[in-house]
């Protein structure tokens, strides 16, 4: 071999070398109360094509749990640790109304346990965030005229001090690690906003432009009196609009082509709106599954033989009848609940080609390749179409049934995860972070801004994402407004309280199921006369579970919220 051969030799074999060293980038795509089978490759009617070609390209999670309910599943997939342990335990939400004098419930983010953006960030990341935060935090400290709404908002018991107002500053996204951020910081608002109309979204630290650039006929529904007041104002209207699903894609598309300008890797975190109350999507999409929706029991049937054919439910499981909601009501009613089914799909099929247009960025800038992309929902429907886009799984967002706290996701990485792939071991949303410090050769430390921090509860589960079978966690707690939940060994499932914790006061003793996932996913054969041992147990467990998390009795909270019970 000549000296130039050997050379050519030596520096392809370098490069090949540093190609394999290099850290890949990691985006994270968040949908906000989609349904179990909402997607077309999780057995559903909605047009979903995008999303679908990722499931082709990757790999379909069967038992992936979120935390049932919006911010706790933020909470433990940005920490890696209970919710509880950061503020948003028994499902509070980041909103000051919510918010309560209890460490485990306090509803805004602790800021003395690291997010995967400052691990990632502080170790040679970009780290990129657009869309919904609900992680609590405010700019009262800009603005001081927000403290009357802040003292209207919470107990007696809480009091608004300057450590109080720094903390809330601190929770936001830019003192969180967010190099660059575009974000809605609360639960909902509109999607719709017209040219020169007053919104809600920050760049940075500083209220952002929206740009007006699609034209839109508006469907903007509304049924309360309140909800008519705070969302309807935009409904028939046409003209050019911001849409927050559009504009947010936009927005990471800019990012990533400016991100990958740079050498470092990139950690993106895109949290949609959609498909999330208020209910609103362009006209023609609403129209279209208006048509599709005529038989609504032709649906959730079709979504259950979808999910078994896909391989996603067993063939002989049992499912409950759950139709109450487009069967046995008035047709008024049904009809209504037909118009709200047909939005929220409207809004599935415009989040999916968004999907669709954010990965083409990554293509285009060159970026794809080396991407782990993970999709997933922040848990089931919500109660007003939950029973139908949650089928053939019992149960809605924030009650801990399988429809509420089983959600759909889909990961794929080029080269690395084997296409079109069904994963079936049990994973949690807090196993992520673990998982993405490893893809990033990053330790999770023991102390953090000097203090001692909470130690990991998810595991890495890049073994999984391998291809390798790796054993369920041992447990996995989900605590919901006095609800309690243990998945045992992937296979056991015990509910205490289960449903609206008010109807459950009402009645004597406390209510258990128990369920057998692995031949009983519907949860519609309670086995608690047929195990009392293990009932026993788990019981303790979730108990135990409870008191290390610090999480404060329902009844309690109830007595400070009497107006705000669910």
Known sequence: MNLKVLILFLV?????????????????????????????S???EIDTPNLDSLAQQGMRFSAFYSNARCSPTRASLLTGVDSAKVGFGGGVVGDWVRELPFEAHRGRLAYDQPLISELLGDNGYQT???????????????????????????????QLTQEEIELDYLALPPQRGFQQSFVFHGAQGNLFYLPNKPH?????????KLKYDYHYTMHCYAKTPFAKKMYSDC???????????????????????????????????????????????????????????????????????????????????????????WTKQDKAKIEEFRLMSAVHAAMMEKLDENIGKLVQGLKD???????????????????????????????????????????????????????????????????????????????FPTSYRGKKIHPLDGRSVLASLKGEKIAPPETIFNNDKGQQSVIYQGRWKLLI????????????????????????PGETKNLVKHYPELVTKLVKMSEQWKVANKITDYAEIIKLKPNDPY
């Open 42 to 44: 999780f057995g559903g």
């Open 365 to 443: 800038s060159g970026e794809y390749d080396n991407t782990l992309i993970v999709y997933m929902s922040d848990n089931g429907s919500a109660s007003h179409i939950g029973d139908l886009m949650n089928a053939p799984y019992n149960g809605v967002k924030a009650l801990l049934w399988e429809g509420g706290a089983r959600a759909h996701a889909i990961a794929t990485w080029p080269n690395v995860i084997k296409p079109n792939t069904i994963n079936n071991d049990v994973i949690w949303v807090g196993d992520f972070m673990p998982t993405f410090l490893e893809m990033a050769n990053t330790q």
């Open 235 to 325: 409904h028939g209207k046409k003209g050019h609009a911001f849409y927050a699903t559009d504009g947010m894609t936009d927005k990471a598309v800019d990012m990533i082509k400016d991100a990958s300008k740079k050498d470092d890797p990139f950690f993106m975190y895109v949290a949609y709106r959609a498909p999330h109350k208020p209910l609103q999507a362009p006209e023609e999409l609403v129209q279209k599954y208006l048509a599709r929706y005529s038989d609504l029991q032709k649906i959730a049937d079709d979504r259950h033989a979808g999910l078994v054919k896909q391989g996603l439910y067993p063939k002989d499981a049992e499912v409950r009848n759950n139709n109450y909601m």
């Open 12 to 40: 392809a074999s370098f490069s090949v070398c540093a190609h394999a060293q290099q850290r890949p980038n990691i985006v994270v795509i968040l949908s906000d109360d989609a349904g179990y089978t909402d997607l077309g």
């Open 200 to 208: 809600e979204y920050y760049e940075g630290n500083k209220p952002a």
């Open 128 to 158: 990129l965030m657009v869309g919904k935060w609900h992680l609590g935090g405010s700019y009262i400290k800009h603005n001081p005229q927000m403290a009357e709404g802040w003292k209207r908002t919470h107990p007696p018991q809480m």
């Open 497 to 520: 309280e289960p449903g609206w914790y008010l109807q459950t006061l009402a009645k004597p003793g406390v209510s258990i199921e128990l369920y057998d996932l692995a031949n009983d």
